[in-house]
């Protein structure tokens, strides 16, 4: 068996395939990048229905009901009528940037299932490194957020694209801080090997990490309460306000694609990943994929939007200050309680946790803001 | 390096989510912050002031329908009673017991739709407007029964109303009175004490209670800003006089006041139409009223607490079948002077929900 030198584990999924298949790694690659694809829109069509109904149960109404039995074939009659939309392009935009923005948003999310372990060995490319390219690809998206703002030349477009920017930059530091908490149980930044450590889910040892990631993760995917790039009350659709036909489409898929790689990041850093009982690898990790989604759904359906100098005062006073402690305690236990019983540690994490929120909450208030003008 | 910067306009409506209609705020931003906001209106103009003047009094009141869409039983009730006081008609019992029931009916539906839009500013995916949009299904089921119509009910009539209830309605109204106070306490488990709805709305928007006094602010924005003013106790006009309720004011004058003065004059409607419900006797429902009225010479105003301040009606009177002037006094118009001394200063977000927390009604602005 040979090994080929890309920088991959030899632990890879691709490297305990059979070697002698016809066209080698490259075939393999081909062929699982197409199984990623499949499964990413399949997924993003069914998050599309699922969000609607729920959405709709939470709203005490129905939801899409009429396209095929529970409305399951809406998403496709959505997507033909994107397709079949004119696309517009605005006269005074930067035609160029314009049309490059939805492809710039959209890959990156892409890439990052290259690393995403759907069970032990299912992965494209089990990088030494997985948590670290995740956090530098998805950071990459805010770009093309940037570029539709500002090739629409629109105002909306463009205060949204700079709040976007703001925000995202922001968030992507108390989420790092809260990622290092995993990586620091874990002792490594592989994906399958943070998995192949939690024996107990992570969310057990570090259920304030849990919570600064999950919060940072809302915010970095745009959803409620942190929608304030889209905020349709107040910026129409935000930074996508001129767009229209399969580039709307793409902006559209992009949101649920991200919505599914952050579903799918916090089941492989804190809820254990494909490990579960009884069950295929498989089915766990969808079943995890699938909860962390409809708790996205019910904090979208539930929670008013923040205003954005509360999201920016929330990121740099309430979370990093806690991410920042959560990582220190983090750090002692590793070094002075290695020994000890799981059990303990997780009580204690957890009061601390409960502690540490009550306590910040007592001190930092987010509110106020006028001006004077 | 300190970059350069510089105000530019942002002009929201008159066609965006928030604007309540066709409003258009030509709003100065630097940054996120409001430097200035003009408002601009006049869009859904149609003139009603002067088509009136070619009506007959009677042939007015499906206007009146027009004026503030989300109460058209408030706006029926303030003309016809502007009517009766100008050419002296008198109202049988029942139909004040009648009136009272739906307007304060119609105070629920148009608090609801006030409340949620609210929430909708906030950011709040449609939610609580559809939480409260279901009660006020409920609302316009009971008008539907009585007069057949979901939205312009052109239910009152001078000196009475329309027609009697039909028998299914007194039923279903004490369903609903009953139901009415847990779906309030609903929404304020929901609602009152959310962190989020706290921090948008505290403090923000603070109209101050001389400036309120000074652009004659009335209904729940006067009362927010503790001017304990309703023109039901003030004066007293129908049977008002005959029931017990309170009147809630706000302290501060900020959104959040202007939110839970509107919450709390739920709760008293339901009170009073729970009165009204006891008290109601049976009897005609409309007096004697010639079929071409020509009052006497003369000017009259009159007017009622409707959900959304004080809603008056001056008639002029030349002693022909038609007014010969017809002016509308619209709370939403009179409220909405306020706005551009409430946002400025506050984020573009702020703005948003100040707006939404005057709660108006395009429809009654520009009438």
Known sequence: ?373 | MAIKTEPFVLNIGPAHPSTHGVFRMRTTLDGEVVLDMEPVFGYLHRGIEKLAETRTYTQNIPFTDRLDYLASMSNNLAYVMAVEKLAGIPVPERAEYLRVIMAELQRLASHLIAVGAFLNDCGAFMTPILYMIREREKILDLFEMVCGQRLTYNYMRIGGVSHDIPEEFLPALGRFVKEMPGFIDEYDQLLAENEILLVRSKGVGILPKELAINISASGPVLRASGVKRDIRKVDPYSVYERFEFDIPTGSVGDCYDRYWVRMQEMRQSTRIIKQALEQLSSGEVQSQVPQRLHPPVGEVYGHIEAPKGELGFYLVSDNSIAPYRFHIRAPSLINLTALRDMIIGWKLADAIIIFGSIDICMGEVDR
């Not at chain 1, 799981?342 to 204690?348: D, G």
């Open chain 1, 1 to 373: 068996m040979t090994t080929v030198e890309t920088g991959f584990n030899s632990g890879s999924s691709l490297a305990s395939l059979p070697p002698d298949w016809p066209g080698g790694y490259w075939l393999h690659w081909g062929v699982f990048v197409i199984i990623i694809l499949a499964f990413v829109f399949l997924t993003v069509l069914i998050f599309i229905w699922l969000e609607r109904r729920l959405i709709g149960r939470f709203q005490v109404r129905l939801g899409p009901n009429r396209a095929g039995p529970f409305g399951i074939l809406q998403p496709i009659a959505d997507a033909i009528k994107i397709l079949l939309k004119e696309d517009i392009v605005p006269a005074k935009g930067d035609k160029l940037v314009f049309w490059l923005a939805p492809v710039v948003a959209f890959v990156p999310v892409l890439l990052i299932f290259a690393v995403i372990p759907f069970q032990g060995g299912a992965l494209l490319a089990d990088l030494n490194i997985g948590i670290l390219y995740i956090v530098a690809v998805s950071s990459v998206s805010v770009i093309g957020i940037f570029m539709a703002g500002w090739g629409s030349n629109n105002k909306y477009s463009l205060i949204g694209a700079m709040r976007t920017i703001a925000q995202v930059i922001s968030y992507e530091i108390p989420m790092g801080l809260a990622i290092i908490g995993v990586v620091l149980i874990a002792g490594s930044l592989s994906l399958t090997d943070i998995v192949a450590a939690q024996n107990i889910p992570f969310i057990l040892f570090q259920p304030l990490g849990f919570l600064i990631f999950f919060i940072a993760a809302l915010a970095e995917i745009n959803r409620t309460p942190f929608d304030v790039m889209e905020a349709d009350s107040e910026l129409v659709a935000g930074f996508h306000t001129e767009y229209s036909g399969m580039k709307f489409g793409l902006f559209y898929l992009m949101e649920y694609a991200e919505v599914l790689a952050i579903s799918a990041i916090v089941t492989t850093l804190f809820l254990g990943g494909w490990r579960g009982p009884v069950l295929p690898p498989v089915l766990w990790f969808l079943i995890k994929v699938f909860a962390m989604f409809f708790i996205i759904v019910w904090v979208r359906s539930t929670i008013p939007r923040v205003r954005i100098d509360q999201i920016m005062g929330f990121a740099w006073k309430f979370l990093l200050p806690l991410a920042l402690i959560n990582m220190f305690i983090t750090g002692l236990e590793v070094i002075l309680l290695p020994e000890v019983l799981p059990w303990p540690i997780i009580f204690l994490n957890l009061a601390i946790a409960a502690g540490l929120v009550v306590l910040w909450s007592k001190f930092f208030r987010l509110g106020g803001g006028r001006v004077e003008v």
